[in-house]
């Protein structure tokens, strides 16, 4: 999204009696725009604000609009008899924006004005009659904002414009970088020992164009992150071979029993104003992050007295033999307003997405999951106040809920084809099935933090936190299995968190600092089993709930409590070092529980207790202010997922003492280096990771359910990124990523490859953008996802996962004060199956990518 900068001038009273003395805006001593000097002229009592005068005056009428051209640029007339008001002036890219209070446009023409090109310097003008009682008037230079002045004469008002400069230039834009994440502290990325990627708004903005589907979003563009799923599940999602765990704000968003794999479902991406991925083992946020750490951040106040940013889109598949189908439109809304003054800020954003059907490149329709067949609401509600100049308080409330729309199931038959590559789907019925459980997720999120920024020369930050997550699934048919497996059935989770956060980032001296603090939370989970009954689904396509008594996984508590310690010292401005030290201790407490898919069903629960120490260290030289290389050793802990863990284990199965819940702790070694030039920037970073104890699952070739694989693991790998802007007009870049892994099953010291579901093909994105003209953007994104065969070649799997290249492509133009982006996903239309499907071996399960879709996207700001 264009970065946009707002600036105030004075209300213009346009008419024969108007004399009002405007001064300059200036920003590093260029003239922007201007402002109305102080008038100290009294005013009798009785006057009213002009605009309310005019606004209570019968509406001015333009007649006319002409353009003649100066010796220093370009008149604008207006012809009119009446007095006009000008509104406040705001910049988009380089156009120049204003409306007329109280008027109306009235041409030979009709209500729109155009010209195109009118001087070398101005690029387009428009003059516009949206219908509202209000003129709008926006003029585009060709390389930065125009300057206006105004003049009147008889009848008429005239704007005269003239060549703005660039206000985009180095001396104005910061190029410090600051991240949050690495270190819990603010910190310029070039001052951080680890990989980390920043995803701003501008890059989501341009993603929408093409999904809201926060999985696909960071597939496309983090390294070492497993390609876009297409299906919004993050089962596959895996970070340098390893979990995730994912924050909202410092939220932990990813429940130990992440069975549901939807974590980043939780909120609309069109609320977000960045993502910081932490790429490679962290403790600094306490269990979990052994393959990295994805912080999302909330939008935050613009600062402006109000700001009113609204967004609608439209897309729709553009394989032929779709046209007949009447779900195949999905369309979005946003609407975020922002409050601020020296005292307080607020902000209310609102979104609401419909996805219906989508479409593979072959026509067919794409089984329903995650990602399609739903709609979406979101609101984010956040409240700051100032107490004092050190000391602030904020709340924060976020609520998403995503709801199934399907009349569609997969079709069981498909197995019985030996020749059939996907799933097909299959109508329930007319309508579909009635749930008395509608399939859903909802989540609620309540965050409340405090900072102050002097407590005996150190800043405090306190964190209080609540989520609460209810998901249901959809309805699952296994007749035809094992007799004690339940026929028709969905799996539900309640899953709530809470807990808190406080640190001290004290001073050593004026080039060395140490935070330190506590860390607690909370994770109470469950996850009964609902079962339905098979015949109203076959007589009425009904799911009525007739039993809710056993369990898809068991019912526990967590409970987290670190301690950390974290300094840094800037021995010279060249070299930074690093180091830091996390206890953590967990106790976990689990009730006894019946196991729907085992038998005899009865487990006994347990409670048990785990604690370690976790260790980083770093350091960070920059030979010139544009090169920096790191260094690092750091650690991440993590206990496994005891919901997964225990749901295939024996009658005998001790959860005090087995070592099937020990603690993994992964021990992460890397180096790297950035460059940050006026028109090259670039990272390179190559890892290497251990851990005596795996976490991931391998299938029981006796009932088929997935069981624990706690042995050793080593994953290694190269990430790349490198942005060229060769002119003011291209940019082209490109990001590569590759890593393998392997275990060691028999613990007899041969290593075998990991699986492709933890370690995915190798990754390439590319993209060229232009700036075809003013006000005009055109780009093409490929994302190239290699083949990786060697898990084949040695047996560990069947599936040689990979091999597709697709393409994107988006033109952004700038119309009146809003942009307007269109996107065709799947240029080339290729029918491809993503890397997670392409694994599945129930071929009833497996669905292609969507193919060549038409999105339409139109934003502005008020």
Not at 345 to 359: E, P
Not at 762 to 776: H, M, Q, R, S
Request: charged content about 20%.
């Amino acid at each position: 999204m264009t970065n946009q900068i707002r600036l105030t001038r004075c209300g213009l009273l346009l008419g024969a009696a108007s004399m009002l003395t405007c001064s300059p805006i200036l920003l590093n001593g260029e003239v922007l725009a201007f402002e109305r000097a102080p008038d100290n002229r009294s005013q009798p009592a009785s006057a009213q604000p002009l605009r309310q005068r005019m606004a209570q005056a019968t509406p001015a009428t333009i007649t006319d609009v002409q353009l003649s051209s100066t010796t220093e640029g370009l008149n604008i007339i207006l012809v009119s008899e009446q007095p006009l008001v000008t509104e406040e002036f705001t910049v988009s890219g380089n156009t120049l924006i204003t409306e007329i209070a109280n008027a109306v446009l009235d041409l030979p023409d009709g209500t729109l004005f155009e010209a195109f090109g009118p001087t070398d310097d101005v690029a387009y003008v428009q003059v516009s009659d949206p219908g509202n009682g209000t003129i709008q008037i926006a003029v585009t230079g060709s390389d930065a904002p125009p300057m206006i002045t105004t003049n009147t004469q008889a009848d008429t008002f005239v704007l005269t414009v003239t060549p703005g400069m660039a206000i985009a230039s180095e001396d104005m834009v910061d190029p410090i970088q600051i991240v949050v994440t690495a270190t819990r502290t603010e910190e310029d990325v070039f001052d951080v020992p680890r990989s980390i990627t920043v995803i701003d708004q501008e890059d989501i903005e341009r993603q929408l164009t093409f999904t809201n589907n926060l999985p696909d979003i960071l597939g496309n563009l983090v390294p070492g992150l497993g390609a876009p799923p297409r299906d919004g599940s993050t089962i596959f999602l895996r970070l340098r071979g390893r979990p995730i765990t994912i924050l909202i704000d410092g939220v932990p968003q990813t429940p130990n029993n992440n069975t549901f794999s939807s974590s980043l479902n939780t909120i609309d991406p069109a609320q977000i104003e960045r993502i910081e991925v932490l790429r490679g083992p962290s403790a600094i946020y306490g269990d979990g992050g052994t393959g990295g750490i994805i912080n999302i951040i909330t939008k935050g106040a613009s600062g402006e007295p109000l700001d009113i940013d609204v967004a609608v889109g439209f897309d729709t598949s553009f394989t032929t033999e779709t046209f007949d189908e009447s779900d195949r439109f999905g369309y979005s809304t946003q609407v975020d307003l922002s409050a601020s003054n020296e005292r307080v800020d607020g902000v209310l954003s609102l979104s609401y997405d419909v996805v219906d059907a989508q479409f593979d490149a072959e026509g067919n329709r794409i089984l329903p999951n995650g990602l399609n067949e739903n709609e979406r609401l979101g609101l984010l509600t956040k409240f700051g106040v100032n107490i004092t100049e050190q000391q602030r308080l904020g709340l924060t409330y976020s609520f998403f809920r995503q709801l199934n729309n399907t009349e569609y199931t997969f079709d069981i038959a498909v197995a019985d084809d030996p020749d059939a590559e996907f799933g097909r789907a299959l109508r329930i019925g007319d309508d579909g099935a009635d749930y008395e459980e509608r399939p859903r997720q909802i989540n609620h999120v309540v965050d409340l933090t405090y900072r102050n920024e002097d407590v005996f020369g150190s800043q405090l930050d306190i964190q209080a936190y609540y989520r609460d997550t209810n998901q249901v699934g959809v309805f699952t048919d296994t007749r035809g299995g094992l007799e004690f497996i339940p026929e028709l059935w969905q799996t539900t989770l309640d899953d709530v968190e809470y807990g808190g956060r406080l640190q001290l980032d004290s001073p050593i001296g004026s080039s060395a600092n140490l935070l330190w603090g506590v860390d607690y939370a909370r994770n109470e989970t469950a996850s009964p089993l609902l079962i339905a009954d098979i015949d109203d689904l076959d007589e009425n396509q009904e799911i009525n709930i007739i039993d809710d008594s056993l369990d898809r996984f068991p019912t526990y508590d967590l409970e987290n409590l670190g301690l950390f310690a974290q300094a840094s010292w800037d021995i010279s401005d060249q070299v930074q070092i690093s180091g830091g030290v996390r206890y953590e201790n967990i106790d976990y407490f689990v009730e006894d529980f019946d196991l729907a898919f085992r038998f005899p069903r009865e487990r006994e629960g347990g409670s048990g207790s785990v604690d370690d120490v976790a260790f980083n260290a770093g350091v960070v030289y920059n030979p010139i202010p544009e090169i920096g290389l790191f260094a690092s050793f750091a650690q991440g802990f993590s206990i496994p997922d005891l919901a997964s863990s225990l749901q295939g284990v024996s009658q005998a199965f001790d959860i005090g003492s087995d070592l099937l819940l020990e603690p993994q702790k992964v021990n992460n070694y890397e180096l790297g280096f950035r460059a940050n030039f006026e028109r090259v920037q670039a990272t390179v970073s190559g890892f290497y990771n251990d851990s005596e104890l795996g976490v991931g699952f391998v299938t029981d070739p006796e009932t088929g359910f997935p069981v624990a694989n706690r042995s050793p693991q080593r994953n290694y790998g190269v990430e790349v990124t490198v942005d060229w802007q060769p002119s003011d007009d291209w940019r082209l870049g490109n990001l590569f990523s590759w890593s393998e892994g392997e275990d060691d099953i028999d613990d007899d010291g041969d290593f075998l490859p990991l699986s492709t579901i933890l370690v995915q093909p190798f990754k390439v994105g590319l993209y060229i953008e232009n700036d075809t003209a003013p006000g005009w953007t055109n780009r093409l994104d490929a994302l190239i996802i290699g083949r990786r065969r060697r898990s084949v070649n040695e047996g560990v799997d069947t599936v040689e996962a990979g091999g597709y290249t697709t393409v994107d492509f988006s033109s952004n133009i700038q119309i009146g004060r809003g942009q307007l982006t269109v996107g065709i996903a799947n240029l080339f239309d290729v029918q491809y199956l993503p890397v997670g499907e392409q694994l599945f071996l129930n071929v009833t399960q497996r669905s292609p990518a969507p193919g060549r879709t038409l999105h339409l996207r139109y934003a502005m700001d008020f």
